[in-house]
Structure formats: C-alpha cells, structure tokens
C-alpha cells in the first residue's frame, strides 16, 4: 500500500513537470529547455533515491516486527515492572502493616511464640505497629533445553530483629536455582525443609505457630525431588534433601519426606510422612532426630483442613521443644511432642475463617527447674478483601505456655493487619 502511494505521488510529480515544460516550451529557448530538463532528471533522481532509501527502512522494521511476533521477548512482564533479565522473571510479595495489643509478656512482641513466666518477667500489657513482616521476592524461570527447564527464587523480608524497629535491615528468607525433569528435580540453595511442609494461615507471620506445634524452617541444602503418577488424579512424590546444620563443626541434617496425592470431596489432597536426622557435635556429639505426619484435606466445597504432627528429640534448630534442644546439665537431647491442626472456611468470595490450635510439649523427665514444659496456642482470624490483592485481617490468639516448678504464662493477643499483595 505504500508503496503504490509512492508511485503514484512520483508519476503526479513528472506530470506536473511536463505540464510545466508544455507552458514554457513556447517562451524557451532550446537550450534553457535543455538545461531545465536536465534539472528536473536530476530531482527526478534524488526523488528515487529517497524512494528506495525509505522502502528499505521499511523492510528493516517489517522484519523486526516479524521477529517480534514470532519469538515474544521473555522479560517483557519484568519490564513492566522496572526489572529486567535475560530470563523470565516476576515480581512479588506483600506490603504489611501490624497492630498488636498483648495483656502480657511474649517472647517478640511482633512475632510471638510463647507467653513468659510472671515468675521471671513483669505481666505488662504491651501495643506495638510494624512493617517489618513485609516481603519481597523474584520467581525466576528459564532456560530450557530440551526437557530440563531451569527455575529460581530470591525472597527476603525485614524481620530484622538487631535493628530499631523503624529502621530494620533486609533478611533472606529464600535463595535457590532448580533443575526441573519432567518427572524429577534436583535444588540448589536455601529454601525450606524437606520435613513438616506445611505452615498456618496466621496473621503472626513471623511466629508462625512456632515452638507451639508447627516446626520446621529455612536452610541451605541440595534437594532431590521425584514425582511418580499413578494415573492422572494420584500421584507419589518423595524427596531427600541433604541440608546444612545449624552449628558450623557439625555433619549435615538428612531430611526426607513421601507425600501421597489423591482427589478427596473432588479436590486435590496429600498425606506425607518424613523423617529427619543429625548429629550436634558441640556437646558428645548429641543426635537429634524426628518422624512426622503431615495431612493437607479438602473436606468440601468450601472446608479445608490441614495440620502436621511430630515427634523427636533435640530440635531447638528446628523451631520445636519450645525452643529447648540439648539440657544444659546433663548433655542429653530433650525429648518432645507436638502438632498443630487449622480449619479454614470460606462461605463467600471476599471472606475466609480460620480457627487453628497448636501444642509443643517436651518431656518433663528432660528438663530442668524453670524451664519450659508445655505451650499451646489457639488462634481464631478472619480474613476480608477490601478490593483486588488489599486485604483487612482481625485475629486472636491465646498463648499458654506452662515452665517446670515455676508460674505459668498466659497471654491473649489481638493482631489487626492491612495487606497488600502484589
């Protein structure tokens, strides 16, 4: 179509040309004729070479938009965002802001574990708003090459607990390249344990129920993954990840885990048990071990429940026996029990219910005078939408954490949060 513009504006041109020559051809003489028809030649040429230079512009940017078209560029959903890479990449995580109010002592009055002892601290009522339990993260993926697709992630967040509270640092939650086979993967990096996946839907993001029954963190490892299918609604994945410990002079921590998913009330589920083991040779080289049960059910529609249960001995590293793992008198791993169960319902699309109890309870025979011998907690929250990706939240939360020949702490919390996810 241009192109036809072009020639016709180039024969509309010779003909006013030669219309104009017709109009002096009487008053010219021979060679003024000449000369003009020499100059309108050479216009006629540089016209052409204009032509020519501007359709070739135009074959440079059809290919370009061709190429374009036909390989997409990987990054554009990152250069909307002001991040770019050679490679996928998507940026995501939650703006939070937290209003607590607690009737008495906490461990971390932002991200409560378990209620102090009046026998050891003063019963005082305490208000805190944060930030700090804000996250950010960067899902990478790509490349691929044949089969083998790589994928990555970088999440951090500013529960930085050094710092002043308005001024808190960045803190790595997630770090890892992955190699994903169509039915095998192996991971690189730092990422959560293999044992007791699952966590609660809490607004106390950094308490997470731990040390009250939900155990289990973040650690460097290298991870194998194995998917089998056994038809197309069931399917057995087992994974064994070799992970580093948390004293720098002990051996690695060996983690595994076989998980079974099935169609449950016509919705996925999973039931997994797993396993840990170590050995923590800063004091005669104590194991610590655990074997645990983790379930994950859709009960119908609109009910789901999930939970995990553990046993083990010596796993403060591992945010269970309330964070006691070795007995400072007799060198001995401290034996404990616990788990934790969360109900959620969602009667309609901006609202969810959730009612959640958790229990850690090591063995009094491990113990010594004061130390902590049972924490439970019960938390009750519900969850509105304000608009697209804000959410208003409103939870409670009851700690109850008993010590050995001391008084017992009780505390009840009320945790108000505005989210924004992005």
């Not at 072009?6 to 003489?29: G, R």
């Not at 560029?73 to 607690?102: E, P």
């Not at 007799?330 to 229990?359: H, R």
Request: hydrophobic share 35%; glycine share 8%.
């Amino acid at each position: 179509m241009r192109k036809q513009k072009m020639k016709i504006l180039l024969t509309a041109i010779i003909f006013s040309f030669s219309s104009m020559l017709c109009a002096f051809a009487d008053d010219a003489s021979k060679e003024e004729l000449i000369d003009r028809v020499s100059s309108l030649e050479s216009e006629i040429g540089q016209l052409k070479a204009m032509i020519s230079n501007m359709q070739t512009k135009q074959y440079r940017v059809e290919e370009k938009v061709e190429k374009i078209a036909a390989n997409p560029v990987s990054k554009t959903a990152a250069i909307t965002t002001g991040i770019t890479s050679k490679h996928d990449v998507k940026l995501y995580g939650f703006l939070k802001l937290d209003a607590t109010y607690d009737d008495s002592k906490t461990d971390d009055v932002d991200a409560a574990r378990f209620a102090q002892s009046p026998s050891t601290s003063t019963n005082e009522e305490e208000f805190s708003m944060t930030a700090r339990n804000s996250r950010i993260g960067l899902n990478y993926s790509g490349p691929q090459e044949n089969d083998v697709k790589a994928v990555g992630n970088l999440e951090m967040d500013f529960y930085d607990t050094v710092s002043a509270h308005h001024s808190t640092q960045l803190r790595m939650r997630h770090a890892f390249v992955e190699l994903q086979y169509p039915k095998w993967s192996v991971l690189a990096g730092q990422t959560g344990d293999v044992f007791a996946p699952l966590g609660p839907d809490t607004l106390n993001t950094n308490g997470y129920l731990f040390n009250g029954g939900n155990m289990g963190f973040r650690r460097a490892q290298i991870r194998l993954t194995n998917n089998f299918d056994i038809n197309r609604d069931n399917k057995i994945t087992t994974q064994l990840s070799l992970n580093r410990n948390g004293n720098l002079n002990d051996g690695p921590v060996l983690e595994g885990r076989t998980a079974y998913t099935f169609p449950f009330f016509g919705r996925k589920s999973t039931v997994g048990v797993e396993g840990l083991y170590g050995q923590d040779t800063s004091v005669d080289r104590v194991p610590y071990w655990a074997g645990g049960v983790d379930v994950s059910l859709a009960l119908m529609d609109k009910v789901s429940l999930k939970g995990e249960f553990f046993r083990g001995a010596n796993l403060n590293d591992f945010l269970a026996g309330i964070g006691q793992g070795i007995n400072a008198t007799t060198n001995d791993g401290i034996d404990t029990v616990g788990g934790w169960a969360q109900l959620s319902y969602k009667p309609w699309d901006k609202y969810c219910f959730n009612l959640g109890y958790g229990i850690d309870s090591p063995k009094k025979r491990d113990l010594n005078n004061g130390n902590r011998s049972k924490n439970e907690v019960v938390l009750a929250s519900v969850m509105y939408s304000l608009m697209k990706d804000v959410k208003l939240g409103l939870e409670y939360s009851y700690f109850q954490t008993q010590y050995l020949n001391a008084d017992e702490g009780k505390n009840n919390k009320i945790t108000t949060s505005v989210i924004y996810s992005f």
